[in-house]
């Protein structure tokens, strides 16, 4: 199992930023996906997660803002994050436990700017 995340960057303070965790290696019909944070020092944390049949969960900080999506012919979960805050800085990871075994992907720096 490879999940490659992309589409992190540098963002002002309610601007906007879509992030793309590109999944190999699993079937995407039956996995769930997610995405968690960790800013500096601080622990990682679920943002969002959807599961195989499309159901959403998202953390109160982001509730409203952020958007969890999946493409399972293309195999691609997607985090569209809007009204970005400087609070949502942090590396982004995309995860899936498959099988019983969770998989990370390298993270995605995303940064806003106050």
């Known amino acids: 199992v490879q999940l490659q995340a992309s589409g992190g960057g540098l963002v002002q303070a309610g601007g906007s930023l879509r992030l793309s965790c590109a999944a190999s290696?699993?079937?995407?019909?039956?996995?769930?996906f997610g995405w968690y944070r960790q800013a500096p020092g601080q622990q990682r944390e679920l943002v969002a997660d959807?599961?195989?049949?499309?159901?959403?969960n998202y953390a109160d900080s982001v509730q409203g803002r952020f958007a969890i999506s999946r493409d399972n012919v293309w195999r691609r979960v997607y985090l569209q994050m809007n009204t970005l805050e400087p609070e949502d800085t942090a590396v982004y990871y995309c995860?899936?436990?498959?099988?019983?075994?969770?998989?990370w992907g390298k993270g995605t720096l995303v940064t806003v700017s106050s």
């Open positions: 290696g699993v079937n995407s019909k039956i996995a769930d």
């Open positions: 995860h899936t436990r498959y099988y019983g075994r969770d998989h």
């Open positions: 959807i599961s195989s049949d499309g159901n959403k």
